[in-house]
Every structure is written in structure tokens, then in C-alpha cells.
């Protein structure tokens, strides 16, 4: 039995961000904004995106024994994540030190902490997970061997697995065969073909796409921001899926909130092209709010279908 559509491995962050007219240097001090807290990380965030939408969601990660990690697992369950398989302790909750400047440029200190504690062991105690799940969705701000155990584990228990290499990190071994889809903005591609500089520097995502399908993964999405994404698969098939035409205000989060649709659209029974049809919507909404998971929508807030053929 498939109790999850989605279960999400990886990193839960609290987002602690002051407001600057200007970023101190060196040896210097300068006061700031009251402090804003929220809830974040990229493996939170599309766990949160996924529930919200109405996904039977759960979530592996590793929160500290200490408020923020309260927060975040208070923020989970009140978008209705199962959070049965969040870890406390270990190691402080990881947080995210964000200076953003007038112009609305942010300077960011990730401290990994308890994100950095989630061990290839955890994956292992959390079997009936991975059992009980359809998709299982992952980034990068977890140990890579972690992530190289999750992503056996869900091919082990026959679910399909989604993989954003965010932060972009060389993946583990045996990792890209098992992804579908990889899902990349245009960034984490230049960064993963940065040892075949002529695909990297080519400016179409279809060559990206193809360059990257080449390293193993069955199927290929590339974000493209106010764009879409393009949908590309091993058989050589490739559709471009153009996002609703919304107004931006803060993209902060859209590919979380983009991948986490994606992934509960997949594990619903979608093919990938419907799916993707699906998460481009869910992306423009989310820029059309402030925040990350805040601005997250519930599945009557979104826009039209747009651009079907
Ligand atoms: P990331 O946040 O990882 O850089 P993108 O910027 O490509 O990823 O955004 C992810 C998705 O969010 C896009 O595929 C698109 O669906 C949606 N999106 C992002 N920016 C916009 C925008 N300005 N207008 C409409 N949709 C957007």
C-alpha cells in the first residue's frame, strides 16, 4: 500500500533575515531590522508545497532539539506534512543568516548543523518510508552519501525517484541513473556540464537537456524561470511547457515549490509532460507572493492552465 504520494529527504532550515542599508565589513558593526524567522530549507519547502496542494506528503530530515527546529516542524504540520520521520537532535537546527540590502541583494551564511547529522543510517531506520511512497524527491543540502542511500533505497522499494542537484554538487555515483526526472534551472545545468564546456556553453536548454540525458537520468526538466521548463526524455522527445504569464514579486522558493508540485503530480499517476503542465503553475503563483513557504498556494489559488496544446 502507498500511504504517500511524496516523501520528501532533506534539509529543514530556519531563515533568519535582518534587513541592512549596508553589509558591515570587516571588524565592523551596523544595526539592521527587527529579525524576521521563517521556514526554510529546500527539502521543507517542497514538502510544504506538496501538502498544501492537498499531496499525502511525509518528511525525512533532521531538526536540533531547540526552537527553530520546533518552528519547522510546527510550519510542516500545519501545511499537513506527515512528520513522523523528522529526526531531533544531534545538532542545532541548520539555519540561514540572510543580510538583504535596499536593492533587495541578500548575503546568505548557511550553518548546516542537524541537516549535516542525517546519516545513510537514518535512511535505513526509515524504510517503511521509502515502502510506503510513490516518489521520493531530494536535493543537495544533505550529506551526498545520504543522498546516494536515499536514492537506492527508493529504487529498492519501487519508487520513482525526483533529484534537484541544488546547491549544484557533483552527483554520487550510480545517483543520475535513477533519476526521473532530473530537475535543473539553468545554473545547476551549466554547473553539472562543467566538464563538457561545449554543452555548457550552449545557450539552449534542449542541448543541456540532451547533454545531461547522456549522463544516465531518464528523463530531464530545466526550469527557465518566467519561461517554464522544458520536459526532455531518453527517447529524444523534448516539449517546451511555457509558466502562466504572472506578475513577480519574489522568486524565492518558485523551483522548491515547482519541484515539490512535480513530484506529488508524478506519484498522483501523471505522465511527466501533464505534470510539469501542472508544476509551472504552481512556480508562477508562488513569485506572484512574498517568502518562500509562505507563498506557497493552496490548489484553488493557482492560475489556468496555459499554454495547453
Ligand atoms: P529556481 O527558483 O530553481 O531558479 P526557476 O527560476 O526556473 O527555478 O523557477 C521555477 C519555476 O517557477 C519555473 O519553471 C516557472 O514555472 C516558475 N517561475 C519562476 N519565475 C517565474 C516568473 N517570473 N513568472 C512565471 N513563472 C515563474
Same mark, same amino acid.
Request: aromatic share 2%.
Given at each position: 500500500?502507498?500511504?504517500?504520494?511524496? =516523501?520528501?529527504?532533506?534539509?529543514?532550515?530556519?531563515?533568519?533575515?535582518?534587513?541592512?542599508?549596508?553589509?558591515?565589513?570587516? @571588524?565592523?558593526?551596523?544595526?539592521?531590522?527587527?529579525?524576521?524567522? !521563517?521556514?526554510? @530549507?529546500?527539502?521543507?519547502?517542497?514538502?510544504?508545497?506538496?501538502?498544501?496542494?492537498?499531496?499525502?506528503?511525509?518528511?525525512?530530515?533532521?531538526?536540533?532539539?531547540?526552537? !527553530?527546529?520546533?518552528?519547522?516542524?510546527?510550519?510542516?504540520?500545519?501545511?499537513?506534512?506527515?512528520?513522523?520521520?523528522?529526526?531531533?537532535?544531534?545538532?542545532?537546527?541548520?539555519?540561514?543568516?540572510?543580510?538583504?540590502? %535596499?536593492?533587495?541583494?541578500?548575503?546568505?551564511?548557511?550553518?548546516?548543523?542537524?541537516?549535516?547529522?542525517?546519516?545513510?543510517?537514518?535512511?535505513?531506520?526509515?524504510?517503511? =518510508?521509502?515502502?510506503?511512497?510513490?516518489?521520493? &524527491?531530494?536535493?543537495?543540502?544533505?550529506?551526498?552519501?545520504?543522498?546516494?542511500?536515499?536514492?537506492?533505497?527508493?529504487?529498492?522499494?519501487?519508487?520513482?525517484?525526483?533529484?534537484? #542537484?541544488? %546547491? #549544484?554538487? #557533483?552527483?554520487?555515483?550510480?545517483?543520475?541513473?535513477?533519476?526521473?526526472?532530473?530537475?535543473?534551472?539553468? !545554473?545547476?545545468?551549466?554547473?553539472?556540464?562543467?566538464?563538457? %564546456?561545449?554543452?555548457?556553453? &550552449?545557450?539552449?536548454?534542449?542541448?543541456?537537456?540532451?547533454?545531461?540525458?547522456?549522463?544516465?537520468?531518464?528523463?530531464?526538466?530545466?526550469?527557465?524561470?518566467?519561461? +517554464?521548463?522544458?520536459?526532455?526524455?531518453?527517447?529524444? &522527445?523534448?516539449?517546451?511547457?511555457?509558466? %502562466?504569464?504572472?506578475?513577480?514579486?519574489?522568486?524565492?522558493?518558485? +523551483?522548491?515549490?515547482?519541484?515539490?508540485?512535480?513530484?506529488?503530480?508524478?506519484?498522483?499517476?501523471?505522465?511527466?509532460?501533464?505534470?510539469?503542465?501542472?508544476?509551472?503553475?504552481? +512556480?508562477?503563483?508562488?513569485?506572484?507572493?512574498?517568502?518562500?513557504?509562505?507563498?506557497? #498556494?493552496?490548489?484553488?489559488?493557482?492560475?489556468?492552465?496555459?499554454?495547453?496544446?
Amino acid at each position: 500500500m502507498h500511504g504517500y504520494d511524496l =516523501l520528501v529527504v532533506g534539509s529543514a532550515n530556519a531563515d533568519l533575515v535582518i534587513g541592512v542599508d549596508r553589509r558591515p565589513a570587516a @571588524g565592523e558593526t551596523v544595526l539592521g531590522s527587527d529579525l524576521a524567522v !521563517h521556514p526554510g @530549507g529546500k527539502g521543507g519547502n517542497q514538502s510544504v508545497a506538496a501538502a498544501r496542494l492537498g499531496a499525502r506528503t511525509a518528511l525525512l530530515a533532521r531538526v536540533g532539539d531547540d526552537a !527553530h527546529g520546533r518552528l519547522l516542524l510546527d510550519a510542516q504540520r500545519a501545511a499537513g506534512v506527515d512528520t513522523a520521520g523528522v529526526l531531533v537532535g544531534g545538532a542545532p537546527t541548520g539555519v540561514a543568516l540572510i543580510t538583504v540590502d %535596499p536593492s533587495g541583494d541578500n548575503s546568505i551564511v548557511v550553518s548546516p548543523g542537524a541537516n549535516a547529522r542525517l546519516t545513510p543510517d537514518d535512511v535505513r531506520d526509515a524504510g517503511a =518510508l521509502f515502502a510506503a511512497a510513490r516518489v521520493v &524527491s531530494l536535493q543537495l543540502e544533505i550529506p551526498p552519501d545520504t543522498v546516494a542511500a536515499a536514492v537506492r533505497t527508493s529504487a529498492e522499494a519501487g519508487a520513482r525517484v525526483v533529484l534537484n #542537484p541544488s %546547491p #549544484p554538487a #557533483p552527483l554520487p555515483d550510480g545517483v543520475p541513473a535513477l533519476c526521473d526526472p532530473l530537475v535543473v534551472n539553468e !545554473h545547476e545545468a551549466r554547473f553539472l556540464l562543467s566538464d563538457d %564546456p561545449a554543452a555548457a556553453g &550552449s545557450s539552449t536548454p534542449e542541448a543541456w537537456a540532451a547533454a545531461l540525458l547522456a549522463r544516465g537520468p531518464r528523463s530531464v526538466v530545466v526550469t527557465l524561470g518566467a519561461e +517554464g521548463a522544458l520536459v526532455a526524455t531518453a527517447d529524444g &522527445s523534448s516539449v517546451r511547457v511555457p509558466s %502562466p504569464p504572472v506578475r513577480a514579486v519574489d522568486t524565492t522558493g518558485a +523551483g522548491d515549490a515547482f519541484t515539490g508540485a512535480l513530484g506529488w503530480r508524478l506519484g498522483a499517476g501523471d505522465d511527466l509532460e501533464t505534470a510539469v503542465r501542472f508544476a509551472v503553475r504552481v +512556480g508562477a503563483a508562488a513569485v506572484t507572493r512574498p517568502g518562500a513557504q509562505a507563498s506557497f #498556494p493552496a490548489a484553488e489559488e493557482l492560475p489556468e492552465p496555459w499554454g495547453e496544446v
